[in-house]
C-alpha cells in the first residue's frame, strides 16, 4: 500500500524547518525493515520555471499495511522531540486521510487512525 504523508506547519513554524523535519522523517522511515520505497511527491514546476517540482512538506512511502503502526511510531517519536518544531501531520492512503498532533495524541486515538489507514476489502 502506499501513503502519502504531509508534514505541515502550525503557528510560527518556518518552510524551511518543515524541509528540514520532512527530510528527516524520509530518512528514519525509509530505514525501516519491510518498506519498498520512500520518495518525495513531485509536482509541475511553476509556471516559466523548467523541470518538475516537489511538494513542501510531502512524502510518499510504499509499504506493506502490517508497517503502519511503525511508521507512525517513527513519526510521533521524532515530531515529539522537544526541539522539533510545531506540526501537524496529515497521512492519506486511498480514500482515507487522517491527521494529527504527533505532540498531543494518546496511544487509543492512535490505533484508531491506524486502523482507519488499513486497506478495505477481502483482506482486510
Known amino acids: ?24 522523517l ?3 522511515v ?9 520518495a518525495a511527491i513531485e509536482t509541475k514546476a511553476p509556471s516559466g520555471a523548467k523541470g518538475i517540482g516537489q511538494i513542501l512538506g510531502a512524502f510518499l512511502i510504499s509499504l506493506p499495511a502490517g508497517l503502519v503502526p511503525a511508521v507512525f511510531d517513527v513519526i510521533k517519536a521524532i515530531v515529539s522531540r522537544p526541539s ?25 486515538d492512535l490505533a484508531a487512525l491506524v ?10
Open 1 to 24: 500500500m502506499d501513503i502519502s504523508v504531509g508534514v505541515v506547519a502550525v503557528g510560527e513554524t518556518s518552510h524551511r524547518e518543515v524541509a528540514e523535519l520532512t527530510e528527516e
Open 26 to 28: 524520509r530518512e528514519a
Open 30 to 38: 525509509g530505514h525501516l525493515r519491510g518498506v519498498a520505497g520512500v
Open 84 to 108: 522539533q518544531p510545531q506540526v501537524q501531520i496529515e497521512l492519506t492512503a486511498g480514500s482515507a486521510k487522517v491527521s494529527f498532533d504527533p505532540r498531543q495524541i494518546k496511544p487509543a
Open 115 to 124: 486502523e482507519a489507514l488499513r486497506p478495505k476489502g477481502a483482506g482486510g
